[in-house]
Nanobody, 125 residues
């Protein structure tokens, strides 16, 4: 069992930055790949970024490449998403998910075994 808690969301002006955190707990949480997934209002969820358990392999969706950076600190059981150059299209509830495997499910969103409750990001224009 892995528990995930997101934090760091809030209101930011267009062009601004936020850093989201995903704190994982559970004996084997460091063995899981972690992804960040967002769901804008009325839209489907998108996997934005993911990092494998060792932190040496990353995935980024085209929409966030060059703007978002995912990292993890296994000593703190925490995965971060640094988000720069935010725009109103980035407004959404952001979730982190834990996936036992590093495979197709990481990018599709279907492979995540555990999910957090989400943190809301609002971007003012």
């Amino acid at each position: 069992q892995v528990q995930l808690v997101e934090s760091g969301g809030g209101l930011v002006q267009s062009g601004g930055s936020l850093r989201l955190s995903c704190a994982a707990s559970g004996r084997t949480s460091s063995n899981y790949a972690i992804g960040w997934i967002r769901q804008p209002p009325g839209k489907e969820r998108d996997v934005l970024a993911a990092i494998n358990c060792r932190g040496d392999n990353r995935y980024y969706a085209d929409s966030v490449k060059g703007r978002f950076t995912i990292s993890r600190d296994n000593s703190k059981n925490t995965v971060y998403l640094q988000m720069n150059s935010l725009n109103p299209d980035d407004a959404a509830v952001y979730y982190c998910g834990a996936d036992r495997a590093w495979g197709h499910g990481i990018q599709s969103g279907d492979g995540y075994d555990y999910w957090g409750q989400g943190t809301k990001v609002v971007v003012s224009s």
